[in-house]
């Protein structure tokens, strides 16, 4: 097990998540592909960590900061969509426009 | 007192009736007359006691009225016997009108206001007449057009007052404009505008001979417009306008009479500056023989006399031209005596009869106004250059002056507008005295006032300049003196020939319009050309209007074009595009979330490559 | 303390009138009005008081430090011509306020706006420092959107968008010259009286000064960039149009002479030639424009742009006479189209036209308001007896001598003038009486005041010039002195 295997693993998480932000009309999937980056951005830190880095302290306080920040978000993210879809009876992101223009 | 405090109170006096009947006495305009004639008096006594003093003073300064760099300008008068003639002369007239007034407006809703615009007349004339520096006589001169200007448009609801008056003010206002830039090429040549001071020979030959000649000239432009000479006289018949007694004002002493003041007092300059007297004699005969032309056929009385104030200011100017200052001052004080009275005794009948055509006149019995119609005869008889009423002394000395040393055609040319002018005078004494039932009477046309009986307030003026008209011809050698220049006394062989002269044009109108069964018929009208071309003057207003008038609202019209269009147009069309720049981007937020993370990742990996070098 | 007392004066007024309630409308006019009483007093205070003799250039001098990292100062001071348009603005804000004495619309914030306006007005007249020049200069401008956008008439939206874009324009060219001006000197002060100690080179100032001066020029209703100001006149409420092209057309012209001229000398001697043909172009063209216009304050509009020329040709001769002339001109245009747009303003508030065809003889219905306009008719077209005929002549006397051939053109652009005024007099005021305005009902004594105090005001210096060139000489002297 290579830096690199870690790193393709996180890339395929990566573009998995960024795939559905892009492309998922309702938002608890958006919200789902946006928790999905992040966690590839955590095995990247943490791979970085193990196999370059000699103290390993550093990348395990970013992805605990990083898990924190995602419940965090999950958590407001979750009220707004409440609230979005209180207000239009829709989570659809494309019924969501009304800052266009 | 002094003689500062007294030319103050001679030259102010007025502008205290004049304060008084505009603002104060609005509601008391029997009581704003008073104040006015009241303080008219105290002018004409502080002139005579200024006058009663010694008459070579250095000018008295007032007080310093404006310091910039090259402009010192001081406020104050000049009391040399120039000045102390004319400033009683027109105080006199001034108060005469006055009172002839009390009664010619009786009865008018805006009494106050013609007694205060009166005042501030006489206030404006004779600070201009005893200034001192001639800048100070541009402000009272442009404020002598100002009181015109509202005076020619007192009964402003008249369209055709209206326009006179705006058409009095604009085209003296162009020859004001030379006149202005005269005086400013005058001061920075000079360094000063003291009248006394220019006036010396030492003063004046310390400018170069073109720069003088250039000066005269853009000054006589002022002389040009302020005393109606071709091209810019057509104002002052239209002038009529204005109430019977305001026409007298104007006519005789004052707002005409100020271009060729000037004239007089500026002499040395115009004299020393070369080419420039002959450019004068032109207009001057051009303009005496035009505006007796066209007097010959007009039926309107004032209108007549307006043409004739014309042609006898531009005499005046033709003595002065000739290098005569006598005969140019002396022409200028009887005329005032004369012209006043002749324009008083048309106000008299016109507040009797309640018309302005001599036809009308004659019919309705101008006649029986005796006092009136005595003072008509004298009058015109002093105009026509009859002996020995006044207009004849003073004519003869301006064809003396111009026997001297100007070409001969000069010389033809006034005797031409001397016999005009009998002919068209006498003419004028006979339709209104001597009426026949031949003439076909007019569409009416009359001035907006009450009308009634010639009161005594009217008449005594009238008496009172009628023998001014007969005797002021004697008065030759006292004004010689006076204002310093040499007296010309034409021998009778000289004289022989005006007299002639004069006297054909009397036998003329008389054969014509005065003996019994005339056929009240002018010689002119045989040539029907002629006379359509006098009757329509020359068809001056006509080319004014089209050529002038439309030039200047072709360039007017362009330039709001422009305004509109392009200047306008360039600002809209900035802000215009700014508007649409916003409306193209702004289609860009589209409020699509997924779009914006797709372009933002994509401009990420984009910049990412560049920067990175992958 | 005194100029800080005059710029107090309307904030206090303007903190008061956010205290009162709306509908105690009164009371607000009051408080603007008393204000105004208070400013003209303060005014003629430091006219007294300022020394036209001494060899301080600017004097009543208050200086506090403010951020001394970047040389930013709280300084006041003034020199004559301070002094002049600080009078100038007090009057006119005096006038103004009683002039509105019958609006009803929104009172309160109207009269908020005006206040702010006047604060900007006043602190551009009596600052040294370059910053707070700035940072009043655009206190007084942003007021004018909402003032004309909700409280005008006849394309008031459009007006107010060209207004504030071409303003803003005209900063745009100013801030970043005057920032530059800043960091060239080196000095680290925006002090300017120690800027103008300091030599610029030759070349930095001939390529710095066409920014500022356009930049200035916009306000003060330059040719070809003075498209706003008739607009805005015309759009604008009466007071505003009085304060509008009274005072801050004038700021424009100020700025010119406070900061372009004492900074860049060089700058003024190499442009002036190009810049006084463009004012004889405002002159003349001004006036051609105005023959043609049938709105009475697009006449007026477009009269103050011809005159505007007249202060823009005095400044560019570079003379005594020429700027003195320019200087005593901004103040006389000042009162006088304040007197204009108060004499408009009274007939339009009745009538709601003010088209000139429409009415005809109301000399007879309203003699004493139409004397008011004729007044104000004369004095534009250079009638002696008032203010801007002194003005107008040392402009004309420096223009003639100077550059002979635009002192000329400009000379006959009075023809002009005399030929639009009594174009306006003869439609409107003279003629016929049309029986439609029977009902028109004239001033009271009230109404009148603020007239006679601008008619007043105009008659004094056109009886005594004196006054005013008095007060200014030296400064004018100083600042020729120096180019």
Known sequence: MTLSHFLLVALALFALGLYSVLTRRHLIGLLIGVELMLNAASINFLAFDRFVVKDPATGQIIVLFIIGLAAAEAAIALSIILSAYRAHRSADVDDLDELKN | MSSGTLALLCTHAPLVGCFGALVVLRRAPRAAAALNILAMLASLGAALAIFAGSNHQPPTIISLWLSSEGVPISFGFLLDGTNQLMGIIVALIALCIQVYSLGYMKGDPGYARYFGLHGLFAWAMLSFVYSANLLQAFVFWELVGLASFLLIGFWFEKPSAAAAAKKAFVMTRIGDVGMFI???????????????????????????????????????????????????????????????????????ATMVAAGVFLYARFHPLFVAAEGVSNIVLVIAIITAILAATIAMVQRDMKRVLAYSSISQLAFMLLGLGAGSLYAGVFHLTTHAFFKALLFLCAGAYIHQIGSNDMVTMGRQGAAKLRLVSAGLVIGAAALAGLPPLAGFFS???????????????????????????????????????????????????????????????????????????????????????????????????????????????????FFEFGRKDAAQQGFITRVGALDTLFERKYYLDEIYDKVAGGLVSLIASVSAVVERGVLDGTGDLAGNLTIATGDATARMQSGRLQLYIGSAVLLIVVFCYFVGGY | MVLSAIILTPLAALFLTLLIPARNDKAIKAVSALAGAVTVALAAYVWFKFDPYSTARYQLVERVEWVPTFGISYYLGVDGIGVLMTMLNAIVFLTGALSMWRLELRVKEYFAFMLTLVIGVFGVFVSLDLFFFFFFYEVAVLPMYPLIAVWGSTRKEYAAMKLTLYLMAGSALLFPALLSIYYKSGLNTFDMVALSGHKFSEAYQIFVYPFIYIGFGVLAGMFPVHGWSPTGHVAAPTAVSMLHAGVLMKLGAFGILRVAMPLLPAGAAYWNGPFAALATCNIVYGALVALKQDDFKFVIGFSSVSHMGIVLLGINMLTIDGMGGAVFQMFAHGVMTALFFSAVGFIYDQAHTRDIHEFGGLSKHVPIASAFFIIAGLCGMGVPGFASFWAELLVFIAAVKTMPLFGVLAVVGLIISALFMLRVLKHAFFGPANPKWQGLRDVTAWDALPRAILIAVLILFGFIPRLALALIASSVRALAGGI
């Open chain 2, 182 to 252: 005269g005086l400013i090429l005058l001061l920075s040549s000079t360094s000063t505008l003291d009248i006394a001071q220019l006036m010396q020979a030492s003063t004046l030959a310390s400018i170069p001979d073109a720069r003088l000649t250039l000066i005269a000239l853009l000054l006589f432009c002022g002389v040009v417009g302020k005393s109606a000479q071709f091209p810019l006289h057509t104002w002052l018949p239209d002038a009529m306008e204005g109430p019977t007694p305001v026409s007298a004002l104007l006519h005789s």
């Open chain 2, 395 to 509: 004519k003869e000395s301006i064809l003396a002056a111009l026997h001297g040393a100007h070409a001969n055609a000069f010389v033809y040319g006034a005797y031409l507008a001397s016999f005009l002018t009998a002919y068209y005078t006498f003419r004028m004494v006979f339709l209104v005295l001597r009426p026949s039932d031949k003439s076909v009477l007019p569409a009416e046309e009359h001035e907006p006032h009450p009308h009634g009986d010639v009161t005594g307030s009217m008449k005594l003026p009238i008496a009172i300049l009628t023998v001014g008209a007969a005797a002021a011809g004697f008065a030759g050698d006292f004004i010689a003196k006076l204002i310093g220049a040499k007296a010309l006394h034409p021998t009778y062989g000289e004289m022989a020939p005006a007299i002639g002269i004069a006297l054909a044009g009397v036998i003329v109108a």
